[in-house]
């Protein structure tokens, strides 16, 4: 997983690439608040090949000093068990 270009940044794009995530027909992901809820965020998801995804995003201002954000993986909009959280600063 990769998020870039780095620092984050609200409100502007975000690109993040999967490798070697798996075969899945329909993924998707959704993204939101663990600290803050502030709605969610549900990008395309765009394929590269058989195990390689990646997808364009822009994230929500906040006005704590630090937003805790986690990002799920849903293959037919059922979560897969996977995801991973990360940190916007101000």
């Known amino acids: ?22 075969n899945y027909n329909n993924l998707g992901i959704k993204i939101y608040g663990l600290n803050m809820y502030m709605g969610e965020i549900k990008p395309k998801i765009h394929r590269l090949n058989s195990t ?19 990002v799920e993986f849903m293959d037919n909009n059922k979560p897969i068990g996977f995801y991973f959280d990360f940190e916007l600063k101000k």
């Open 1 to 22: 997983i990769s998020l870039n270009p780095k620092p984050l940044q609200s409100l502007d794009v975000t690109n993040l690439k999967i490798v070697n995530l798996g």
């Open 52 to 70: 390689d995804y990646e997808s364009k995003i822009v994230l929500a201002a906040c006005v704590l000093d630090t937003m805790r954000f986690r």
